[in-house]
């Protein structure tokens, strides 16, 4: 079974930065897509970001591109999401999922919420201005 729980959200000023960190268990951990995904107040989930299984590949909406970053520590289970320049319409519940990804190349990513088999239980980051 795969588990995946999140850490690093929190409460920070508009301007700052925070660290999402995504830790998975699992021995095939390499070779699994992770995502992304946010959920505000009333609002629907919605894809932040994602990398492949090598980290060759990776993906960001237009609303993070430029001030956030996602990466990977195959070695230590470990995917991360740096945000910078936050902004207050980046409050919401982040989640990370994972998928396996059985593409040789590895280079896809997945950027549907359904593409995903497993899920966190979800950070909340609130910025406030």
């Known amino acids: 079974q795969v588990q995946l729980v999140e850490s690093g959200g929190g409460l920070v000023q508009a301007g700052g930065s925070l660290r999402l960190s995504c830790a998975v268990s699992g021995r095939t951990f390499s070779s699994y897509a992770v995502g992304w995904f946010r959920q505000a107040p009333g609002k629907e989930r919605e894809s932040v970001a994602a990398i492949s299984w090598s980290g060759g590949s990776t993906y960001y909406s237009d609303s993070v591109k430029g001030r956030f970053a996602i990466s990977r520590d195959n070695a230590k289970n470990t995917v991360y999401l740096q945000m910078n320049s936050l902004k207050p319409e980046d409050t919401a519940v982040y989640y990370c999922?994972?998928?396996?990804?059985?593409?040789?190349?590895?280079?896809?990513?997945?950027?549907?919420?359904?593409?995903?088999?497993?899920w966190g239980q979800g950070t909340q980051v609130t910025v406030s201005s």
């Open positions: 999922a994972a998928v396996g990804s059985p593409d040789d190349s590895g280079l896809f990513y997945y950027t549907e919420d359904y593409e995903y088999d497993y």
